[in-house]
Structure formats: C-alpha cells, structure tokens
C-alpha cells in the first residue's frame, strides 16, 4: 500500500524546501505564495467555523495576495481518500493544498507517505505553540506529529444540557450510567464510527481500564479484549436506559445537538468546550445552559492543518498555515463570539500586546469548572473499538 | 394533367407485394385500387406520394403532367392525401387547418379562398371551431378541401369512407368524387369495399402473388 | 438513405457523449468490484444478512404504497375537472428534492416533531420510534409521498401519446356497454394497459427506493442501516480496503436488485393466468371509489403542504423546544448565510440549463433522424443506467474520469449531469415522439410543407407537453445530482445539493432548512414552466 518510490522521489524532488530552512527562505515563501490559491478542505457543518474561515480568507488576500477557497467537507476521510486516488493515478498537482485533519486521518496520511513536509518548524509562529502545556499538539492520537502537521485549535470532549433540567451533572462515567437510569430514554451517544461516538468509548475505556499506561501503546486484537472488559460491563449496564433503548442511535454529534435543542434529549457532547455558549449566544439554546467535564478529565485533543504532498500551492498553504497560528487568528478564534476554539498558544510566550487579545471572560453555558485534559488513546485502538461496538452492539 | 404509373413494383426484401405494372389516369378521372389487407395497397400509395417506409423498396416510373418525381421531396410534388381518418391537426382550428397548405399570398385572398371552401363544404362559420367538436362527416369535408386548398395536381385517397356509417358513405362519395371530377384531379383510391369505387370508375385488382389485373 | 447523414451524426453524437462515458464508467466500477479479499470482508460484514433484506424491503414497500396511490388517483380524478388542478400540485410535489422532503418529514413526525407537539403535547416529548425507525417505516412513508406524483407524471405522460387517449375513449365506451361500472373499467381494461407502459418508471422507482443513500442518512434505520448508507460509508473511507468492501457491496446491491426483477417478472407471468381470469370474469358494477381517493389526494396534499411549512419554519427557528408550536427565536442568519454564498445556486443553475438543453437536442435529433430500431438499444442503455445503483456507477465514473484527469474540471462536473440527464429526457420522450402519427407527416407531405414546416408546425406544438415536461425532468434531475457531483467535483466545486448535504451533517437545522428551501425552489419553477408551456386548448375526446 501507499504510493511507489519513484513517485515519492519526484514529488518530494519537486519541493522547493530542504528540511532545515532559514528565516530567509521564508521571505521567499511569501514571495513565491503571492497570487496562489489554496483550496482548503475543511469541515464546515457549523455557520461560525464556516464564518471565520471567511474571515480568515479575507485577511490573507489583503495581507499576502492569496485567495483561500473554503471547500466544504462532511468527513475528512474523503479527503484523504481523494488524496490517495490522485497521488497513484500520478495526478501531481491535486486538489487538495490545505486539509483540516487530526487523529486516524492523519494517521493514515502520514502511514501512505501523502504529506508535505515536515514544514511546521520553518512557519515563523510556530515558536508559540504551547508544545509544553499541551502535549497533543507534538502527539496526535499517540502518533509523533514531526512537523506534517500544524497545530490550529484545541479540543476537549464536554458535556452540555439544560441547567433547569438536569440538578446535578455526572462528573464521571459511572454517574453518567446511573444519570442514565434515573433519565430512561433521554440520553444516548453518536454511533461510531462517528468520532464523538469514538469518543465517547474512548473516555468509558479511559475511565474503566485497570492499568492506563496501556493506553499509550499499540494493541493487538486479543490484548485490546482482555483490557476492554470493564468498558464493555458498563456499556452492558447502560444500553438499556439509553434513548430507544440503545438498539438505535443517533448517527452525529450534530443530531444530539439538535435533539437536545428539541427537548428530547438531555445531554448532548462536544469537542469544542466553547460550543455551548456559543449556541446560548447565537440564540440556539436556552441561557440556562450548562457545560461540564467529567471531574477526573476528559479526552482532549489538538486539531491540525496539513498539506498534501501533492499540493499545487505549497508555498501559500504555509503562509495560511503560519497566518493561523498567528496570535491575532487565534485570538479570534478563541473569541466565543465569533468561535470560540481555545487556541494552541502558550500565552506566556506572547508579546504582552498579543497576550491582551486573549483575556478571558464567563460567559453563559460556558464550562465553570475546566478539568484536565487525558492524552488520546493511540490510534490503534479506535479501529479495535469500533469493531468491538459494533460486535456487540450494532444489528 | 395526367398521372402516370410505369413499370411499378412494391417488394419487401425479397418477397414482391406488387409485380410491376403501368397504367395512366386522366384528368379528372378517378381510379380504384382493390385488394385484401396487407397487399400493399397503402405502400402504393405511399410510393407514389414519396414516403415509402425506408422497409420497403419501390421501383418504377411515376410521372405527373410529364414531369418525373423520381427525383422529388414529398413536398414538392403536389399529391394530395387522404385517409381513413381525417387527421386534422388538432391544435388548430378549422380555419387554420385549411388555410395550412395553402399557397402564399396576400392574407385576404387566403381568407376568402378559405371561407368559400367553408360555404361549399356547408360548413359557413365554422372557422374558429377546433376539429374535435366536429362529427365524422364534417371532419371529412373539411380534410378533403384542406387537400383541395394546396393545389394537389394528384389525389390520394387510402379507404377515406371506411370510418363512416353507410348514409354518410355515400353522400362523402359524390361528394368527394365530384369536386375531384371538377378540379379535373387525376385520383387514385384504395379501398376493400368495391361500393367506394365510382360508378363506371376503372378497377384494378392486386391478386395472390401481387398480380395487378383490371376488372 | 435521405437522412443518412442525419442518422450517423445522430448515432455518433450520442455514442460520443453518452454512451461512451457510461461504458468505461462501468467498466471502471467491475473492476474494482471484482476483488476476492473485498467480498470476503462484505460478506462477513455483521451487519450485511440485515441491511441487505431491509434495503429491499424499504424500496419495495416504497413502490408498492406509490403505484397503488398514484393508480387511485388517476382512476379517481382522470377526465374530471380537478385533473388539470392535479397536475400544478403534481408539479410541485415532484420538483421537492427528495433529502429536502426528508428532513421536513422528518421533522414532522418525529417524537419531538411537530405532530407529537400538535396532537400529543405534555413538557416531554412521547417515547415514539417514528423517525430512524428499525423496520423503516419512516422512510418508506417518504419514499411513497416522494414518488407518487412521479408516476403520476409518467401516467400522464403515457395518457398524453398521440394513440393512447382515443383508444381509452374507445376502450370506456365499449366496457361500459358491456356493463361494466366505471371502476371495474378501469381495473379491468385501462390500469392493465397504462401499467404495461409504465415498466421503466416503475423500475427506476423501485431500484432508487432500494439504494437511496441521502434519504436513508436522514429518515432512514440506523442499527443496522440499510445497504446503501454502509456501501456509501464504506466508497468514501479513507481504508483503501474498505473502498473495495464498498464497490463490492454496490455490486452486491446491482445483483441482489436483478434477481428480485428476475422473480417479479416470474410471478407475473404465472400470475397472468389468473389475472386474465378476474379480467374477463366478467362485469362488475364496482365504481370508481371516489371518496377514498379524494380523501388520499386531500391527505397527500396537506403533507407536503406542511412539509413545506416546516421547513420554513425551521429555516427560521432559533431555539425552539417541545412543546412550541411556535420557535422561541426567529433568526435570519441561516437565509443571510445562503444569500452571502451565491456561488452554488448559480453553479447549479448553470449545469441544469445546459445539461438538459444539450439533452433535449441530442433526444430530439435522436428521435427524428435515427430509424426506431436503433431504440432497443439505446432504451437499454439508459434504462441500466438509470437502474444501476447511483454509488455504483459514480465510483466506476469517478476511477474513469481520474484517468483521463477529468476530476475538478468543470466539464467534468457537466458530463457527471449531463450523463443521468440525456437519459430520463429519452425516456420521456419517447413514447410521444415513437407513437407519433406517421401519417400526419404524410398529410403534412400532401399540403406541401417540407421536414422542417412540418416539424415546427405540426409536430413540436402537438407534442409541446411531452417537451416541457422533459426539460422540466431534465432540469430537475440534474438540480439534485449529490453521489456522482461529489465525487467529480474532487473539491474544486461546490453545487446546491453539495452544499446541502455537508451543511446536514453539520446539524445547523436552520441552514439547512434554508438551503433545502432554496434547493426546491428551483425545480418548481421549471415545472410550473412546464405545465403552463405544456397547456394544450386542445383536449382528447373523454366520455
């Protein structure tokens, strides 16, 4: 599988970069990006995201000559699938230059030799990023990122529901299982292979397994069964208060989204820790909103931009990619009135002006006590739970 | 004028509808095509006019007021049809169906040409009607002088009374046979029922094996 | 041969266009279908022995309920005054894209959905299971309200051939003499014939029931889901194993959808026996049941009327939970985010109006100057190409057009619309123009107008309804292209159905609301053309 050597050579010979670049060779990056168009491929399910996306297009027109086309994407697996086709049918300049990516996708790009790079540590706000305090921006899904990728935006998975409705929120698996019991009917999870349903397995797995080092490794099939014991006893414990009784589920986070919104639901999840309050603001849910985590941490993680090796305008999806690492884009960003993702910045490592941009505020269905964030499993788990799920539970 | 058929033979690959013969028809005169269903009697007629199905092959001379149309478009020829049913284009009307194959010209010349066609057919004021409020007879009258109206130099006719009931039948028959007769219009009908043919009107019969024969 | 010429340019260009495409399309797809370690994963796929046998069911149930009411309706209101009403309310029926409809069904009978907050009411929604239900009863209800006024449509269209309308006149008089009541007239003389030329419809419907993928995301079961909704998942993975399990499963469909036509076909013919007996068994004085029939039409009618209603009002909606009847919030940022990305609605535009203009003068040159034996096998083709299972046949377009490096091209993106087109306007078309009088030409010939006198004032205006409303299918079907657009477009472009479809999986309820709306407009604009293009002052002989 993956492309064959002589392609790889003559795409990576076409690149004008060498792995050590000096900050003059930026310039010529810049100068090179002007006039390109990069076509970035990132989901777009939600108006804010596809807002600032546009917002961003505009700065980078006006700042460095580029046009950013924003195209639309359900599930960046397709991307990577249309990337694969066009590197083996030889096609060298693709349509793809930029793809919003993180976890199994990256994964699997990185495993088929389909990314440029590694670029990251050439894009001059890159000395921002907090690679200390957030370790997932160095390791995507366990899976050393080295530099293929670059970090955008964080991710946690919150819980939210209507603050009138629910007295006390489950601030652990088990409390959600018993939340559950008492609620039948009212709470259930997307159905993997979604990856909020991944998600939501993964933090069951976090929560249930007896020696967490394991976590960190990969597994094999029959090692996975033998630690996934205890997640699978809860879920058994669960299924059947959830909503239809556990024999359907909602197929995205989107849908809980909304069922939560119509009432028919209780608890809905999410990535972004910020979306509650955003959906409070945009007038989309109740103020009584409520945010929680679960109080020994959720799994979070850190979304990336990245550039196929057979991207056409390489030079200017760096300069987009640098643009919004920029404290300025994350400051935005990260502002719940227009998206609300936290940012991949260490504060600390700012000018104290651009430090500034970043004050805090509480607002409305934001989470009031923020807990840790847990490490992703490694990426070889996903495929082995989601068989498993799907095993037990899915016809 | 004067149509002349020579030498004309209708085949369908290798099997022959109709062995070849001639014969001439005068001015005016009128003459009958007898034979039983699927002997080619309407491929005649459809070779004459130019629109034989690409199936069929016809071979043979055709000439009309000595001209060949051989090498004719349907179109050009001036041979009139008519047919069993009157096919009158349903989205016009009556006015404008027989006004379709009239010559060009002056619009009140062809209007007047069109109402006078109207008072013969007994027919006055009908020219806005549309075709399907019609009956039977008067749909007839009013295909034979939508017929009449395009200066055919040769009439068709393929069984035009066989959709009426017999009073009507033979009304349609003077009728028809005498305006032709005034026109002084060569004509060839087609039918099954010898009572169509006109009276002292020459016959020919397409026996077994295509044989073309007169009575 | 006078119109050789006419007749080669005419074969060629279709082959050229058309047929060529379409070939290597599937050739592509056997292909990659034909992988042992694919079907060895598809057939040991879990959830495969369920999703399988309620694919089929789903489609069929679909048909069965479509037929049956699109039959009601015709005997119940044909020859009145209200079928020239019908016809507008079928236009519009037809011209709401089928995801759209489904989304707003959807929203409509779902346990927090409208009708619980009508009828049911209470602080908590009812514990149904409507929408998503398991044995996708949901989604047949869709897949019946959506195809109804399709095979209405294509009644009319059969009514409307030059030879059918006077012969069921001849037909009515004749059984009525024989004292038949109106209803047994019907069942016994006229459904018979109509249906025999309603084989291809019929199948197109069936085969688009049973592999539906956007409907079924949206209404349809989910553990498991149906076939179709695992094959698309599978074809767009990034495993390239998963991509073979994929074209393996559209395989799997294709083949499973040909021996269950082979076994239709079977008990027809051995139920022929016995039809032909309750047909000639004779009179009966069972009338035409017209309160049923009313009161079907009146319940179609209302549905869609608040399936439309629902939409806007969820295009509008900002936080609106059960019980309210009416949203908390009304907010306008979904409509202004539609307005402020034009782009697709134009491009959508654009493709509809030249794909089904190309196809109509390509049918049309077709009809006129290729000899009607040549038919078969073009009827064939588009046939299977309709039948085909739309997944199956974009992955094979998708690997074709990749080669010859056609992906994200805009004539690319106009082939991928332009191929489903060409093919619904010759079926439509064909019957009118096939069953065209020959012997008008004739008489035209006798009146001395040549080819083209004939044609523009003899032929085209007589058959001016069967040519709008093929431009109207024509338009329509390319206004709702997703499987095969997608793939093509590869990212470079974005079409409304596109846009839809991604703004779906996003759960902004309201955006895509708003884009479902715009998405319908458009179609019922052609259609609503049609039918007032299509208006003939003339009426065949009824009664």
């Given at each position: ?90 096609k060298l300049e693709g349509s793809v230059d930029l ?297 | ?215 | ?310 939409l806007s009002g969820m295009s509008l909606a900002g ?99 332009f191929i489903p087109v060409f093919a619904y306007v ?118």
């Amino acid at each position: 599988m993956g492309i064959s050597r002589r392609l790889f050579l003559a795409l990576a010979a076409a690149s004008p970069l060498s792995a050590h670049s000096w900050a003059a060779d930026w310039a010529a990056i810049e100068a090179e990006a002007r006039g390109q168009t990069v076509y970035f491929n990132a989901w777009a399910g939600s108006e804010t995201i596809n807002a600032y996306i546009a917002w961003a297009g505009q700065q980078v027109a006006q700042r460095f000559g580029i046009t950013l086309r924003h195209v639309k994407i359900a599930d960046t697996a397709e991307v990577v699938r249309r990337v694969r086709d066009e590197v083996k049918a030889g096609k060298l300049e693709g349509s793809v230059d930029l793809v919003w990516i993180n976890g199994e996708n990256f994964r699997a790009m990185k495993a088929d030799r389909l990314l440029f790079g590694p670029f990251t540590e050439t894009l001059p706000n890159y000395r921002y990023v907090d690679t200390d305090g957030k370790p997932t921006t160095l390791f995507d899904f366990a899976e050393g990122v080295e530099g293929l990728e670059s970090p955008w935006g964080m991710a946690q998975l919150t819980f939210f529901g209507d603050g009138a409705k629910i007295a006390a929120p489950p601030g652990s698996m088990v409390e959600f299982a018993d939340f559950a019991k008492a609620n039948p009917g009212r709470v259930t999870y997307p159905a993997p292979p979604d990856f909020h349903g991944t998600t939501f397995l993964k933090q069951v797995l976090v929560e249930t397994v007896a020696d967490p080092t394991i976590l960190s490794v990969a597994v094999g099939k029959d090692q996975f069964m033998a630690v996934a014991q205890p997640m699978l006893a809860l879920l058994d414990r669960l299924h059947p208060y959830l909503w239809r009784e556990g024999r359907q589920f909602p197929q995205s986070q989107a849908q809980t989204k909304q069922m939560l919104a119509d009432g028919e639901l209780l608890v809905a999840l999410t990535f972004n820790p910020n979306e509650p309050a955003n959906l409070v603001a945009s007038g989309e849910l109740p103020s009584s909103t409520i945010a929680w985590q679960h109080r020994n941490g959720t799994i979070g993680n850190t979304h990336f931009v990245a550039i196929p090796i057979n991207a056409r305008a390489r030079a200017a999806a760096q300069v987009v990619a640098n643009f919004l690492l920029s404290p300025e884009a994350q400051a935005r960003k990260a502002d719940l009135r227009v998206w609300g993702d936290p940012t991949v910045l260490a504060i600390s490592k700012l000018a104290p002006g651009d430090a500034k941009l970043f004050a805090a505020s509480a607002v409305q269905g934001g989470v009031s006590l923020p807990a840790l964030a847990i490490p992703e499993p490694h990426a070889s788990f996903v495929p082995l739970i989601e068989a498993a799920w799907l095993d037990r539970y899915g016809a | 004028m004067e149509l002349i058929l020579e030498q004309v033979t209708i085949s369908l690959g290798t099997q022959v509808l109709i062995q070849p013969f001639s014969f001439a028809i005068a001015a005016g005169e009128t003459v009958t095509v007898m034979g039983p269903s699927g002997s080619g009697k309407s491929s005649l007629l459809a070779f004459i006019a130019g629109d034989l199905p690409s199936l069929l092959q016809g071979q043979g001379r055709v000439s009309l007021g000595g001209r060949d149309l051989g090498p004719l478009p349907p179109e050009a020829r001036r041979v009139g049809r008519l047919f069993q049913d009157d096919l009158l284009f349903p989205h016009l009307t009556v006015g404008e169906n027989l006004l379709f194959g009239m010559a060009r010209g002056n619009s009140e010349e062809r209007d007047a040409r069109m109402r006078d066609a109207l008072c013969s057919a007994e027919l006055a004021g009908f020219e806005a009607r549309a075709p399907h409020t019609l009956s039977g007879g008067q749909r007839t009258r009013v295909a034979l002088f939508r017929a009449l109206l395009a200066s055919p130099h040769a009439m068709l006719l393929d069984e035009p009374f066989a959709r009426l009931d017999a009073d009507l039948r033979n009304s349609m028959r003077s009728f028809v046979f005498g305006h032709l007769k005034e026109r002084r219009i060569p004509s060839l009908l087609v039918t099954h029922d010898l009572a169509d043919a006109p009276a002292g009107g020459r016959v020919f019969t397409i026996g077994s094996g295509g044989k073309v024969a007169h009575d | 041969m006078r119109f050789g010429v006419a007749q080669s340019f005419g074969i060629g260009l279709v082959a050229f266009l058309w047929g060529l495409p379409l070939a290597a399309s599937l050739a592509a797809f056997a292909a990659t279908a034909l992988d042992f370690a694919a079907w060895n994963s598809l057939l040991h796929h879990p959830q495969l022995p369920e999703a399988l046998p309620l694919s089929l069911w789903t489609g069929t149930a679909g048909l069965a309920a479509a037929l049956a009411a699109a039959l009601l309706v015709t005997m119940g209101f044909y020859g009145t005054a209200h079928w020239q009403k019908l016809q507008t309310s079928t236009a519009v029926g037809l011209s709401i894209p089928h995801l759209a409809f489904a989304i707003g069904f959807g929203f409509l009978v779902m346990p927090s959905g409208f009708l619980a907050r009508l009828f049911v009411g209470g602080s908590e929604p009812p514990q149904w299971v409507t929408a998503q239900d398991p044995l996708g009863l949901a989604l047949i209800a869709c897949l019946a309200l959506k195809e109804t006024p399709f095979l209405i449509a294509m009644i009319w269209s059969v009514l409307a051939q030059g030879d059918v309308g006077p012969a069921l006149a001849g037909h009515w008089r004749s059984a009525r003499s024989l004292g038949h009541g109106a209803g047994s007239v019907w069942l016994r003389v006229l459904l018979p014939q109509i249906v025999a030329r309603l084989r291809w419809p019929i199948a197109i419907v069936w085969v688009y029931g049973v592999t539906v993928v956007d409907m079924a995301l949206v209404i349809g079961p989910t553990q498991p889901p149906t076939l179709a909704v695992i094959v698309w998942a599978d074809l767009n993975n990034a495993a390239e194993d998963i991509n073979a399990r994929g074209s393996a499963g559209a395989m799997l469909m294709t083949l499973a959808l040909a021996a269950a036509a082979a076994l239709a076909w079977l008990a027809v013919s051995l139920a022929g026996k016995k039809m032909r007996r309750f047909m000639t068994g004779g009179p009966s004085s069972f009338g035409v049941p017209k309160t049923s029939t009313t009161l079907l039409t009146a319940a179609m009618i209302a549905i869609y009327s608040l399936v439309l209603f629902t939409l806007s009002g969820m295009s509008l909606a900002g936080y609106w939970p059960y019980p309210r009847l009416v949203p908390d919030t009304v907010r306008f940022a979904a409509w202004q985010g539609l307005i402020a990305n034009g782009g697709p609605v134009v491009l959508s535009l654009m493709l509809a109006l030249t794909s089904s203009a190309l196809a109509l003068g390509l049918v049309v040159l077709w009809l006129e100057a290729v000899p009607a034996r040549w038919d078969r096998a073009l009827t064939i083709s588009a046939v299977a190409s309709l039948t085909l299972p739309a997944i199956a046949m974009a992955s094979g377009q998708y690997r074709f057009f990749l080669e010859l490096h056609l992906t994200g091209t805009q004539l690319g993106l106009f082939l991928a619309h332009f191929i489903p087109v060409f093919a619904y306007v010759f079926i439509v078309l064909k019957g009118p123009f096939r069953t065209f009088d020959p012997r008008f030409q004739a008489v035209a010939h006798g009146l001395n107008a040549g080819a083209l006198r004939f044609w523009v004032s003899v032929k085209a205006p007589l058959l001016k309804a069967a040519i709008a409303i093929a431009a109207a299918v024509g338009f329509s079907v390319s206004m709702v292209q997703f499987v095969p657009a997608q793939l093509i477009a590869a990212g470079r472009f974005s079409t409304l159905p596109m846009e839809a479809v991604t703004l779906a999986s996003g759960g902004s309820r309201s955006l895509t609301a708003a884009y479902a709306l715009a998405l319908a407009v458009l179609p019922m604009f052609a259609f609503l053309l049609a039918q007032m293009l299509g208006h003939s002052r003339w009426r065949l002989a009824w009664n």
